[in-house]
């Protein structure tokens, strides 16, 4: 597609439900990335691939979060018995290669709620 | 953590004035990025310069870097009020082989017509 492409938009959960949130990078983008944002501040980095591997994934909060890009394209970020806390905009980005001044391109969001 | 951090948090100016907005960081870094995210939407990227580079244009935006105090500034000029929104500014610096952009808090700019 032309750019990167997050699914659900919105999604409201009730609290101890598990969700699965999508990321489709651009075609031919090496690198993923997974941000969550919390109003008014700015996006906090969860996690991070090139191709299919798992290369950062020291922002993930606990280990209710997880994140996986099995054929090296499309993600998931998956939240385990979701609290309140958990609720937040959840962004990817993905780059085009790994290289240090290659810019990164946001999807829309997904907007979680825990409720 | 946020390595980077802008200044001013917020900014309001008349349609015509030039905004001016800055970014602090702590560490080296490879690049920064500067984003631009309005109300409802998603972070859109406006430039980035290298660390190597000391300025950059990109129609009405100048972007300049300063390593040595470890600082950039975003100039936005002749303003409009399609401008109001949320500027962050994200630095890359490597990290176990990997760069990964780490955003400031950002500066929210309002523009009145």
């Known amino acids: 597609g032309a750019g990167v492409s997050q699914s659900p938009r919105y999604k409201v959960t009730k609290r101890g439900q598990d969700v699965a949130l999508r990321c489709d990078p651009i075609s031919g983008h090496v690198s993923l990335y997974w941000y969550r944002q919390a109003l008014g501040q700015g996006p906090e980095f969860l996690t991070y691939f090139n191709y299919e591997a798992q290369q950062d994934k020291s922002g993930l909060p606990n280990d209710r979060f997880s994140a996986e890009r099995p054929e090296g394209s499309i993600s998931t970020l998956t939240i385990q018995r979701t609290e309140q806390r958990d609720s937040a905009m959840y962004r990817c980005?993905?780059?085009?290669?790994?290289?240090?001044?290659?810019?990164?391109?946001f999807g829309q969001g997904t907007r979680l709620t825990v409720v | 953590s946020q390595q980077g951090e802008e200044d001013p948090q917020a900014l309001s100016i008349q349609e015509g004035e030039n905004a001016t907005m800055n970014c602090s960081y702590k560490t080296s870094i490879n690049n920064l990025q500067w984003y631009r995210q309005n109300s409802g939407r998603g972070l859109v990227h406006l430039i980035l310069?290298?660390?190597?580079?000391r300025e950059k244009h990109s129609g009405r935006l100048r972007v300049t870097l300063d390593t040595s105090k470890k600082s950039s500034s975003l100039l936005i000029t002749a303003s409009r009020a399609a401008d109001t929104a949320s500027y962050f500014c994200a630095t890359a610096s490597i990290v176990g082989g990997s760069y990964i952009p780490t955003f400031g808090r950002g500066t929210s700019l309002i523009v009145h017509p």
């Open positions: 980005a993905s780059s085009l290669s790994q290289g240090a001044n290659t810019e990164a391109f």
């Open positions: 310069i290298r660390s190597n580079e």
